[in-house]
T-cell receptor, first 111, second 118 residues
Framework: AQSVAQPEDQVNVAEGNPLTVKCTYS??????LFWYVQYPNRGLQFLLK??????LVKGSYGFEAEFNKSQTSFHLKKPSALVSDSALYFC?????????FGKGTRLSVIA | GAVVSQHPSRVICKSGTSVKIECRSL??????MFWYRQFPKQSLMLMAT?????????EQGVEKDKFLINHASLTLSTLTVTSAHPEDSSFYIC??????????????FGPGTRLTVL
């Protein structure tokens, strides 16, 4: 079975500082990993995905994620956080099944 | 990017009535659509997967007679909550993907429908 874990319920960061939202995964075979963002009372917006190739994936709104096979991680990063980045972030994995989501991490960027 | 719409965005109904939620892929053909349910401050729970022209596949614990899913075309899927009860109140989100079995393909999500059953 495949799964992802987001160990932090909440991440707080000051505006302008770098941010990291953590995700680890478990899968047999090659993983397809995704990051989505959800704003209040809205659906999910796709940020980026890792399929194969370069371990550093660049996505929307300045976000990027690093795939680390040895640590089975896919952490989401941004060099300089904005207040508008405050939202709920989901890591997800797919394989033989539809997307399986982590529990989500709430990011708060403080001005 | 690909756009998925949902209608209505919000619905309030009386207990015992049925509610239909529409999900449309606006600028691509979705051979596969998914329906999720999200409780407050929780993650998304997959309810069912539907491939165009086929019967939906429901996840364990989801009542197929209560949550009727129809995927009649490559751009439209509907979820009907039959005989709704207050415990069905939730945020329902649909998702669409281009290919059947395209595990590496991106799933695009609709904006969600907030259902409140009184």
């Amino acid at each position: 079975a495949q799964s992802v874990a987001q160990p932090e319920d909440q991440v707080n960061v000051a505006e302008g500082n770098p941010l990291t939202v953590k995700c680890t995964y478990s899968v047999s075979g090659n993983p397809y990993l995704f990051w989505y963002v959800q704003y209040p009372n809205r659906g999910l917006q796709f940020l980026l995905k890792y399929i194969t190739g370069d371990n550093l994936v660049k996505g929307s709104y300045g976000f990027e994620a690093e795939f680390n096979k040895s640590q089975t991680s896919f952490h989401l990063k941004k060099p300089s956080a904005l207040v508008s980045d405050s939202a709920l972030y989901f890591c997800a994995i797919s394989g033989n099944t539809p997307l399986v989501f982590g529990k989500g991490t709430r990011l708060s960027v403080i001005a | 990017g690909a756009v998925v719409s949902q209608h209505p965005s919000r619905v309030i109904c009386k207990s015992g009535t049925s509610v239909k939620i529409e999900c449309r892929s606006l600028d691509f053909q979705a051979t596969t659509m998914f329906w999720y349910r999200q409780f407050p401050k929780q993650s998304l729970m997959l309810m069912a997967t539907s491939n165009e022209g086929s019967k939906a596949t429901y996840e364990q614990g989801v009542e197929k007679d209560k949550f009727l899913i129809n995927h009649a075309s490559l751009t439209l899927s509907t979820l009907t909550v039959t005989s709704a009860h207050p415990e069905d109140s939730s945020f329902y989100i649909c998702s669409a993907r281009v290919r059947v079995g395209g595990a590496s393909d991106t799933q695009y999500f609709g904006p969600g429908t907030r259902l409140t059953v009184l």
